[in-house]
């Protein structure tokens, strides 16, 4: 337990990044090897499993049946477990000492730029950079000019600005780890993930972890022993709060059996919902705090063992931790509302879905064929039905289906679901050639993180015909209505013109889903965490059109994604407007990444009612419009 995904990650992409700057113009080779880092660090940062454990018990053979991961890149990476170091990438660092780190995330300056600067000046930092840039020296050199300049500098100062949150899936692995650390230490008797991890918020500024033991000291010596530390930052009695290699901190607290409950109240948060909890604990005449609920005048402690106890004696019913954002949900949880009951027995729960309906094959973008995405979906996350909704033919980076693919591939769509039907498709000798290693990881990624694995073979499976159809500039589609009236479900996405005004963008959404043959609007807003800001669109107009044409929005459940926020959602559902929630899977792995557009839903308090594909296919495909 010391190295963790994001690190791995990390070397590789600093890799990619050397071998970039060190490579002469116009090598061909270069550019490829330099993306093959880059995709492998990817990969591995979207893997729902510690890539530590794949090695640890499937060694080089199971690092190899990972995605886009070669020989070359393999072997790389078990150096990099084994030794902490590689020493290809030792070598380049040695040719080119610079602080990598700080280069890593800033926009503006590639590896070729900084060589080309390097081979004048000598620069090793953004410190360095910016002296030059307020020295008016790197306009001197080729391909600089004073307006580069400003647009850099600009670009440096939001770059030390934003030290990001980080996503929650790509904590998801990490955390793992450290679970796992803690579970070997035997006089630990509870782990608990608390803070915004628990409440599954969509980015996270730090982890925050409560254990029950009655030896805290030793705990507390155990857990600053963990070897992917880098700093230790405080150490009391029963708190410790340190920093990982990869720059995420971890706080973690230590309180006794009986104070489970309240200290898991307390780092639960959100913070707003526990300062109302309070109030309310004052009004009763009581203290809530992390030990526990007390009276004021005895003294005497009335609860704390568990949340619920606390709950209750506050006169309310127990909140799952994705509600606590005090947005009214303290109010709606009257111990005894029959509107709350409601509400609690119909949240949409990690195990209600049952079909995706964005799925891409390798026909387009995809990693695996139909026939593969199919098998898991079934075998492995107990799905009951898939759409294969690949790109279409505008979005050429993606080599997107033009009209005669696309029917073709409901032909094959259908050859599988007569196969499907006869029974022969799940069975044993039809299993794809995904060995052993992979299927394993698949399994366990999904018993640990979506309590769904239901891992059924009889019964029925379906793959539904359909297409992420591209929206053009105008809000038209790129494919024919006549073609796509023979497909069982169309989403419509937008994938370019990012630019355009809020009106003009609003204009192209409502043009597509008043398109009698869109079902979905996929990628309602086309952002991604931390990179990119949704293209700007007026979200309740688009919410009214949705509901007027009886067209579905989709949460991206791919966690850099989620294009809803838990506001939207509370938006949609409350107006009426019906949702879907997709993986947006290229690989089987991803379709763990559905718990995360599920946990949105449940943060914006969506019934299972409010979304479709808790329905049959059957019953989906009846209610489309
Ligand atoms: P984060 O880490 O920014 O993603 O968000 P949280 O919610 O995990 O916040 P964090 O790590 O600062 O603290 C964990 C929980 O501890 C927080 O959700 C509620 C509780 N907490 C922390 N500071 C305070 C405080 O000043 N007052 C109250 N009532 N609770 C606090
Ligand atoms: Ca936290
Ligand atoms: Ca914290
Ligand atoms: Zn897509």
């Given at each position: 337990?010391?190295?963790?995904?994001?690190?791995?990650?990390?070397?590789?992409?600093?890799?990619?990044?050397?071998?970039?700057?060190?490579?002469?113009?116009?090598?061909?080779?270069?550019?490829?090897?330099?993306?093959?880092?880059?995709?492998?660090?990817?990969?591995?940062?979207?893997?729902?499993?510690?890539?530590?454990?794949?090695?640890?018990?499937?060694?080089?053979?199971?690092?190899?049946?990972?995605?886009?991961?070669?020989?070359?890149?393999?072997?790389?990476?078990?150096?990099?477990?084994?030794?902490?170091?590689?020493?290809?990438?030792?070598?380049?660092?040695?040719?080119?000492?610079?602080?990598?780190?700080?280069?890593?995330?800033?926009?503006?300056i590639g590896p070729k730029t900084l060589r080309t600067i390097m081979d004048r000046v000598p620069v090793k930092n953004i410190k360095d950079l910016e002296n030059l840039i307020k020295e008016e020296k790197l306009r001197t050199i080729p391909g600089f000019s004073q307006k580069k300049e400003s647009n850099l500098l600009k670009k440096i100062e939001s770059h030390r600005k934003g030290k990001s949150r980080s996503l929650l899936g790509d904590l998801y692995p990490l955390v793992a780890q450290i679970e796992d650390y803690l579970v070997d230490q035997k006089k630990i008797t509870k782990i608990i993930v608390v803070g915004s991890f628990r409440r599954m918020k969509e980015t996270i500024g730090d982890i925050d972890i409560l254990v029950v033991s009655r030896y805290p000291a030793e705990v507390i010596n155990y857990f600053t022993k963990m070897p992917n530390i880098d700093e230790v930052l405080s150490q009391g009695t029963s708190k410790a709060f340190v920093r990982l290699n990869n720059?995420?901190?971890?706080?973690?607290?230590?309180?006794?059996?009986?104070?489970?409950?309240?200290?898991?109240?307390?780092?639960?948060?959100?913070?707003?919902?526990?300062?109302?909890?309070?109030?309310?604990?004052?009004?009763?005449?009581?203290?809530?705090?992390?030990?526990?609920?007390?009276?004021?005048?005895?003294?005497?402690?009335?609860?704390?063992?568990?949340?619920?106890?606390?709950?209750?004696?506050?006169?309310?019913?127990?909140?799952?931790?994705?509600?606590?954002?005090?947005?009214?949900?303290?109010?709606?949880?009257?111990?005894?509302?029959?509107?709350?009951?409601?509400?609690?027995?119909?949240?949409?729960?990690?195990?209600?879905?049952?079909?995706?309906?964005?799925?891409?094959?390798?026909?387009?973008?995809?990693?695996?064929?139909?026939?593969?995405?199919?098998?898991?979906?079934?075998?492995?996350?107990?799905?009951?039905?898939?759409?294969?909704?690949?790109?279409?033919?505008?979005?050429?980076?993606?080599?997107?289906?033009?009209?005669?693919?696309?029917?073709?591939?409901?032909?094959?769509?259908?050859?599988?679901?007569?196969?499907?039907?006869?029974?022969?498709?799940?069975?044993?000798?039809?299993?794809?050639?995904?060995?052993?290693?992979?299927?394993?990881?698949?399994?366990?990624?999904?018993?640990?993180?979506?309590?769904?694995?239901?891992?059924?073979?009889?019964?029925?499976?379906?793959?539904?015909?359909?297409?992420?159809?591209?929206?053009?500039?105008?809000?038209?589609?790129?494919?024919?209505?006549?073609?796509?009236?023979?497909?069982?479900?169309?989403?419509?996405?937008?994938?370019?013109?990012?630019?355009?005004?809020?009106?003009?963008?609003?204009?192209?959404?409502?043009?597509?889903?008043?398109?009698?043959?869109?079902?979905?609007?996929?990628?309602?807003?086309?952002?991604?965490?931390?990179?990119?800001?949704?293209?700007?669109?007026?979200?309740?107009?688009?919410?009214?059109?949705?509901?007027?044409?009886?067209?579905?929005?989709?949460?991206?459940?791919?966690?850099?994604?989620?294009?809803?926020?838990?506001?939207?959602?509370?938006?949609?559902?409350?107006?009426?407007?019906?949702?879907?929630?997709?993986?947006?899977?290229?690989?089987?792995?991803?379709?763990?990444?559905?718990?995360?557009?599920?946990?949105?839903?449940?943060?914006?308090?969506?019934?299972?009612?409010?979304?479709?594909?808790?329905?049959?296919?059957?019953?989906?495909?009846?209610?489309?419009?």
């Amino acid at each position: 337990m010391t190295i963790s995904n994001a690190e791995v990650a990390k070397v590789l992409r600093k890799i990619a990044f050397l071998v970039e700057m060190d490579s002469n113009k116009e090598d061909e080779s270069i550019n490829f090897k330099n993306r093959a880092y880059l995709k492998a660090a990817d990969q591995i940062e979207n893997l729902p499993v510690p890539i530590e454990k794949i090695y640890k018990e499937s060694g080089l053979k199971g690092l190899l049946q990972i995605p886009m991961i070669g020989k070359a890149i393999s072997s790389k990476i078990e150096e990099f477990l084994n030794t902490g170091k590689i020493e290809y990438y030792e070598k380049l660092r040695i040719k080119y000492p610079i602080e990598i780190d700080e280069f890593l995330g800033l926009e503006g300056i590639g590896p070729k730029t900084l060589r080309t600067i390097m081979d004048r000046v000598p620069v090793k930092n953004i410190k360095d950079l910016e002296n030059l840039i307020k020295e008016e020296k790197l306009r001197t050199i080729p391909g600089f000019s004073q307006k580069k300049e400003s647009n850099l500098l600009k670009k440096i100062e939001s770059h030390r600005k934003g030290k990001s949150r980080s996503l929650l899936g790509d904590l998801y692995p990490l955390v793992a780890q450290i679970e796992d650390y803690l579970v070997d230490q035997k006089k630990i008797t509870k782990i608990i993930v608390v803070g915004s991890f628990r409440r599954m918020k969509e980015t996270i500024g730090d982890i925050d972890i409560l254990v029950v033991s009655r030896y805290p000291a030793e705990v507390i010596n155990y857990f600053t022993k963990m070897p992917n530390i880098d700093e230790v930052l405080s150490q009391g009695t029963s708190k410790a709060f340190v920093r990982l290699n990869n720059g995420t901190d971890v706080d973690l607290l230590v309180v006794p059996e009986d104070s489970f409950g309240s200290a898991s109240l307390y780092f639960t948060g959100s913070k707003e919902h526990g300062i109302v909890l309070r109030k309310i604990a004052q009004m009763h005449g009581y203290r809530l705090n992390e030990w526990g609920l007390f009276d004021n005048s005895t003294g005497q402690k009335l609860a704390g063992e568990s949340e619920s106890e606390i709950y209750n004696r506050l006169d309310l019913e127990w909140i799952p931790p994705e509600m606590r954002e005090n947005q009214g949900e303290i109010q709606m949880a009257k111990k005894g509302s029959k509107i709350w009951q409601q509400k609690i027995q119909n949240l949409i729960s990690y195990e209600s879905l049952k079909g995706d309906l964005q799925v891409h094959s390798s026909n387009t973008d995809g990693q695996l064929s139909v026939e593969e995405m199919a098998f898991y979906a079934r075998t492995i996350f107990g799905l009951d039905y898939i759409a294969i909704t690949d790109h279409t033919k505008s979005l050429s980076i993606a080599r997107g289906l033009d009209e005669h693919q696309l029917l073709d591939q409901s032909n094959e769509i259908s050859e599988i679901n007569d196969r499907i039907k006869s029974g022969e498709f799940f069975s044993q000798e039809n299993r794809p050639n995904i060995t052993k290693h992979l299927n394993k990881y698949l399994k366990e990624s999904n018993a640990k993180n979506s309590k769904n694995s239901r891992n059924k073979i009889n019964g029925t499976f379906k793959i539904l015909t359909a297409a992420e159809v591209n929206i053009l500039k105008d809000g038209s589609l790129d494919i024919s209505n006549n073609v796509l009236d023979k497909l069982d479900i169309v989403g419509a996405a937008i994938h370019s013109n990012f630019n355009l005004s809020e009106d003009i963008q609003t204009e192209r959404l409502i043009k597509a889903a008043q398109n009698p043959s869109v079902d979905i609007i996929f990628h309602p807003t086309g952002r991604i965490i931390n990179k990119r800001e949704g293209y700007p669109i007026n979200i309740s107009k688009l919410l009214s059109i949705a509901l007027e044409t009886d067209t579905i929005l989709e949460i991206d459940a791919h966690y850099n994604r989620l294009d809803l926020k838990d506001e939207h959602i509370r938006m949609a559902i409350e107006k009426g407007v019906k949702l879907v929630i997709d993986s947006d899977a290229h690989h089987p792995l991803h379709y763990t990444f559905l718990k995360f557009g599920i946990a949105q839903a449940r943060r914006g308090w969506a019934e299972r009612g409010d979304i479709l594909n808790t329905l049959s296919a059957n019953d989906l495909l009846k209610n489309l419009k």
